[in-house]
């Protein structure tokens, strides 16, 4: 009786990091597309000529605050997904790997909360997100070869990505001003600072689509285990 009131407590915790991972994505893949599309046709140019932080712009972006919003939004249904699954993998690397993701999605929050307007703030909650992001993805990396990893190859893979990119941003990061150096290139030609800022930010919101349906497959093969465990004990 114990075991199945165990299993249901996990049950209803897996259902949360599902639908909470899954909303953080179409939420802020939402509000961060529906803007860049404002945007681009109000300039006419390149998405990959636009960085993504500028969209939040209350000066210059028409849906800025769809923007700032999908960002508020998507950042506080991380840290709700992670709460749960902070009750679900109770070991303590499992645990560290949560709380690193209850804290990245804080910092989304205040992204969102202080946008590219509140420059210093910006800058700061920008760059936490930026090293939160690299140290996430550096413990799922450590994490997928561990025993008995809540990790599947294709969410390792995005790992593999987002660490290739956030080391490569922090590369391009300016870190005596905590911004990146204005691009060079013509209008219609590729900025390599939005260029990788735009993979990274697809790569994280793919990762919580990932997140969400490994959980999905985690609960039928739990739930598999109990009825057959059920069907035994009868």
């Given at each position: 009786m114990s075991s199945s009131i165990e299993s249901n407590k996990h049950y209803d915790l897996h259902l949360m990091i599902i639908f909470m991972s899954l909303a953080t994505a179409v939420i802020s893949g939402l509000g961060i597309g529906t803007a860049l599309i404002a945007e681009v046709a109000r300039l006419g140019v390149s998405p990959l000529s636009i960085r993504a932080d500028t969209l939040?712009?209350?000066m210059t972006s028409p849906l800025a605050i769809v923007y700032n919003?999908?960002?508020v939004i998507g950042g506080a249904c991380l840290m709700l997904s992670m709460l749960a699954r902070y009750y679900v993998f109770e070991d303590f690397y499992s645990?560290?790997?949560?709380?690193?993701?209850?804290?990245?999605?804080?910092?989304?929050?205040?992204?969102?909360?202080?946008?590219?307007?509140?420059?210093?703030?910006?800058?700061f909650f920008s760059t936490g997100y930026l090293?939160?992001?690299?140290?996430?993805?550096?413990?799922?990396?450590?994490?997928?070869?561990r025993k008995n990893s809540s990790l599947s190859a294709s969410l390792f893979a995005f790992n593999i990505i987002g660490l290739?990119?956030?080391?490569?941003?922090?590369?391009l990061l300016n870190w005596?001003?905590?911004?990146?150096d204005p691009c060079s290139h013509k209008a219609h030609e590729i900025c390599w600072v939005s260029l990788?800022?735009?993979?990274?930010?697809?790569a994280n919101i793919l990762w919580c689509v990932l997140l969400g349906l490994t959980m999905?497959?985690?609960?039928?093969?739990q739930q598999r285990q109990l009825s057959t465990l059920t069907f035994a004990s009868n």
């Open positions: 939040g712009d209350y919003m999908g960002l645990r560290t790997i949560t709380v690193t993701g209850a804290t990245l999605g804080v910092l989304i929050v205040l992204i969102g909360i202080f946008p590219i307007n509140f420059l210093e703030q910006h800058r090293i939160c992001t690299f140290v996430l993805h550096s413990f799922c990396f450590i994490d997928y070869f290739i990119f956030s080391v490569a941003l922090m590369y005596s001003t905590l911004d990146f990788v800022m735009w993979v990274l930010t697809q999905r497959k985690m609960i039928k093969t």
